[in-house]
């Protein structure tokens, strides 16, 4: 533009820049704003490229609008450069009294960050001032609390020269209006949202009653209203077709309970404990039919200014598929996931909950009373001093009357839930004369003296560690290995009773829990569990054999879940130890 005389220059800069800015308050949108910006650049500054890069919500800048070439356009328009990048590129080059130009000498840098570009190769500069297809100008556009909004890029001066200073000062100027253009525009779409969104609340403020009336007789979930206070406070005033579907009762039998009447009698102390304002529950609630779904209470109160709260609105949601998926993925988190079998972490609880820790010592009027209880009964076995079993005696081999309580039960008559306790858990300090009070309800669990069974009957452990696997996994593969684990899982779940316990510890060792057995049940368990486990498996048409080891042990209350599994553990080593490896093989 500095070709012709300067005034005249001058004069037809500032005619096409009122024209542009004129243009720029005129445009409606954001959008629109945005692309007058870059046509105006074109058309009244003499570029042949310009583009907006405007600063978004989380500090990057996008390629907002894009003007001169319709294939740049398409390419870099919404694309987005980092904020690290950009406030790079606005402190390298010259600074041209609020412009940042870098030329391309510098620029080069720029080539590989993640700031949206185009540009051209071009031969290198004939003269001082001809401009580079890689340099690069920059006008920056500042809010008036000097926040950045965005950077008008401009490319390709049409008289092939850098801009001298009227054509800087002219692009600063410009830039200047644009940001305040933007501002404007900005501040016209906050307006006009907030004029729509105050329109839609007093609609809606209008049709409140209405839009309740709709949302609550068509939501897809049970809906309810109840009473609060008074005699009758909770008492369903109202309940939608939703909820009468899924409780298989009427509006108008519903009308006649409160929750409280058909929650299940073990959630009633949830429901109770469920506030009123937001509050959430998950229950039961009954059917008509006498079964019972879960369901998610979320409650709110529906207040008048004057009056306060005047009834309570209720959601309630089927979870029942929701429980059913929590149920699955608990069993999954307690199960092995090859074989079906309960894993380690639920060996130990099941363990667990049928040991306690005993007293270090119990008064001698309550072993004397329990003496005379069990008059006529064997002797039972003297406890050491400070309560430890006598020198030469296994911590496991307590006799049923050691802590003054009678024996175990029998083991579970056929019939029982597998894998099923019906005892309570390790109960701290629930032995007489401790601050918990009496044992009123523990069993203890007892192990025979000996190996030689004298008629006491115990929770035998039994430790099984496969022979001869490892070299099927490494013969045939781990898909043969593990068809033989699902194999010998399913066998020695076959060959236990209903209420006892099989479980996969990890690898080829599997652990037997079998309550209400003697030395001699427990040795003769182990024998029937290894022969079974003895014929040959058939894995893809090939048969392979492993052979078992056992250990038996015996949990004793007294002991730790883990003191009882490295009990067992070290008596299947000694059993695999004292039979040769061929002999081990057949079983």
Same mark, same amino acid.
């Given at each position: 533009?500095?070709?012709?005389?300067?005034?005249?220059?001058?004069?037809?800069?500032?005619?096409?820049?009122? +024209?542009v800015?004129?243009?720029?308050?005129?445009a409606?949108?954001?959008?629109?704003?945005?692309?007058?910006v870059?046509?105006?650049?074109v058309?009244g500054?003499g570029?042949?490229l310009?583009?907006v890069?405007l600063?978004r919500?989380?500090?990057?800048l996008v390629v907002?609008?894009f003007?001169?070439?319709?294939?740049?356009e398409a390419?870099?328009t919404?694309?987005?450069?980092?904020?690290?990048?950009? %406030?790079?590129?606005?402190?390298?080059g010259?600074?041209?009294d609020?412009?940042?130009?870098?030329p391309?000498t510098e620029?080069w840098v720029l080539m590989?960050?993640d700031?949206p570009?185009?540009?051209?190769?071009?031969? *290198?500069?004939?003269f001082q001032d001809?401009w580079?297809p890689?340099d690069?100008?920059?006008?920056?556009?500042?809010?008036?609390?000097?926040?950045?909004l965005?950077?008008i890029?401009v490319?390709?001066?049409?008289?092939?020269?850098?801009?001298?200073a009227?054509?800087?000062?002219a692009?600063?100027?410009y830039?200047f209006?644009?940001?305040?253009?933007i501002?404007?525009?900005?501040?016209?779409a906050?307006m +006009?949202?907030?004029?729509?969104?105050l329109?839609?609340e007093?609609?809606?403020?209008?049709?409140?009653?209405e839009?309740?009336?709709q949302?609550?007789?068509?939501a897809p979930?049970g809906?309810a209203?109840?009473e609060?206070g008074?005699d009758?406070?909770g008492?369903?005033?109202?309940?939608n077709?939703?909820?009468?579907?899924?409780?298989?009762?009427?509006a108008?039998?519903?009308?006649?309970y409160?929750?409280?009447d058909?929650?299940?009698?073990e959630?009633?102390?949830t429901?109770l404990r469920?506030?009123? /304002?937001?509050?959430?529950a998950e229950?039961?609630l009954?059917?008509?039919?006498?079964?019972?779904?879960?369901?998610?209470l979320?409650?709110?109160?529906?207040?008048d200014?004057?009056d306060?709260?005047?009834?309570?609105?209720t959601h309630v /949601?089927d979870?029942? /598929?929701?429980?059913r998926?929590?149920?699955?993925?608990?069993h999954r988190a307690?199960h092995?996931?090859l074989t079906?079998?309960?894993?380690?972490?639920e060996?130990?609880?099941?363990?667990?909950a049928r040991?306690?820790?005993r007293p270090?010592?119990v008064r001698?009027?309550?072993? %004397?009373?329990?003496?005379?209880?069990y /008059?006529?009964?064997p002797e039972a076995?003297?406890?050491g001093?400070?309560?430890?079993?006598?020198?030469?005696?296994?911590?496991?081999?307590y006799?049923?009357?050691?802590s003054?309580f009678p024996?175990a039960p029998?083991?579970?008559?056929?019939?029982?839930?597998?894998d099923a306790?019906?005892?309570?858990g390790d109960f701290p300090g629930?032995f007489?004369?401790s601050?918990d009070?009496?044992? *009123?309800?523990?069993?203890h669990?007892?192990?025979p003296?000996t190996d030689?069974?004298?008629g006491?009957k115990?929770?035998?452990?039994?430790f099984?560690d496969?022979d001869?696997?490892?070299?099927?996994?490494?013969r045939f593969g781990h898909?043969?290995g593990d068809?033989v684990?699902?194999e010998?899982?399913?066998?020695?779940?076959?060959g236990v009773r209903?209420? *006892?316990?099989?479980?996969?510890?990890?690898?080829d060792e599997f652990?037997?829990l079998?309550?209400g057995?003697?030395?001699?049940?427990?040795a003769?368990?182990?024998?029937?569990?290894?022969n079974a486990?003895?014929p040959?498996?058939?894995?893809?048409?090939?048969?392979v054999?492993v052979?078992a080891?056992?250990g038996?042990?015996?949990?004793s209350?007294?002991?730790?879940?883990?003191?009882?599994l490295r009990?067992?553990?070290?008596?299947m080593?000694?059993?695999k130890?004292s039979?040769?490896?061929?002999?081990?093989?057949?079983?």
């Amino acid at each position: 533009m500095e070709t012709e005389s300067e005034p005249y220059v001058r004069l037809a800069t500032l005619r096409q820049l009122h +024209q542009v800015v004129a243009e720029l308050n005129t445009a409606r949108s954001l959008a629109d704003t945005l692309q007058t910006v870059v046509d105006g650049i074109v058309r009244g500054l003499g570029y042949e490229l310009a583009c907006v890069n405007l600063v978004r919500p989380d500090g990057d800048l996008v390629v907002a609008a894009f003007a001169g070439d319709p294939a740049a356009e398409a390419l870099i328009t919404g694309r987005v450069g980092s904020r690290a990048a950009w %406030e790079r590129r606005l402190t390298m080059g010259e600074d041209w009294d609020g412009l940042r130009f870098i030329p391309h000498t510098e620029g080069w840098v720029l080539m590989e960050d993640d700031v949206p570009q185009w540009h051209t190769d071009g031969p *290198d500069p004939r003269f001082q001032d001809e401009w580079h297809p890689e340099d690069r100008l920059y006008a920056p556009m500042y809010a008036t609390g000097g926040e950045l909004l965005g950077v008008i890029s401009v490319d390709r001066p049409r008289n092939g020269r850098r801009p001298g200073a009227w054509g800087r000062e002219a692009l600063q100027m410009y830039a200047f209006q644009a940001a305040i253009a933007i501002s404007n525009a900005r501040l016209r779409a906050n307006m +006009q949202r907030a004029l729509v969104r105050l329109e839609r609340e007093q609609q809606a403020l209008r049709a409140s009653e209405e839009s309740f009336r709709q949302a609550f007789e068509y939501a897809p979930s049970g809906m309810a209203i109840a009473e609060m206070g008074g005699d009758q406070h909770g008492r369903l005033l109202r309940t939608n077709d939703a909820l009468c579907r899924l409780l298989g009762r009427p509006a108008s039998v519903l009308r006649r309970y409160s929750f409280s009447d058909l929650v299940h009698p073990e959630d009633i102390g949830t429901l109770l404990r469920t506030s009123a /304002e937001g509050g959430r529950a998950e229950l039961r609630l009954g059917r008509r039919d006498g079964t019972y779904v879960w369901v998610s209470l979320r409650n709110s109160v529906v207040a008048d200014a004057a009056d306060g709260p005047r009834f309570l609105l209720t959601h309630v /949601e089927d979870i029942e /598929e929701r429980k059913r998926h929590e149920l699955q993925l608990a069993h999954r988190a307690s199960h092995d996931s090859l074989t079906g079998l309960p894993n380690s972490a639920e060996l130990r609880s099941r363990l667990g909950a049928r040991l306690c820790r005993r007293p270090q010592s119990v008064r001698a009027g309550a072993v %004397e009373a329990l003496d005379a209880a069990y /008059e006529g009964r064997p002797e039972a076995g003297g406890a050491g001093e400070h309560g430890f079993p006598p020198e030469g005696q296994h911590p496991g081999q307590y006799h049923a009357y050691d802590s003054g309580f009678p024996a175990a039960p029998a083991a579970p008559a056929a019939g029982q839930a597998a894998d099923a306790f019906d005892f309570p858990g390790d109960f701290p300090g629930a032995f007489p004369g401790s601050p918990d009070g009496p044992f *009123d309800h523990h069993v203890h669990t007892v192990a025979p003296a000996t190996d030689i069974d004298d008629g006491t009957k115990g929770l035998a452990v039994l430790f099984c560690d496969l022979d001869g696997f490892k070299s099927i996994n490494d013969r045939f593969g781990h898909h043969t290995g593990d068809a033989v684990l699902i194999e010998v899982a399913r066998r020695l779940t076959t060959g236990v009773r209903d209420g *006892d316990t099989v479980a996969r510890l990890g690898g080829d060792e599997f652990v037997v829990l079998a309550d209400g057995l003697g030395a001699a049940d427990a040795a003769d368990l182990a024998v029937r569990l290894r022969n079974a486990i003895i014929p040959p498996i058939r894995v893809d048409g090939r048969a392979v054999r492993v052979g078992a080891s056992f250990g038996i042990g015996w949990a004793s209350c007294g002991m730790s879940a883990d003191e009882v599994l490295r009990s067992a553990d070290q008596r299947m080593y000694i059993e695999k130890r004292s039979r040769s490896k061929a002999h081990r093989r057949a079983g």
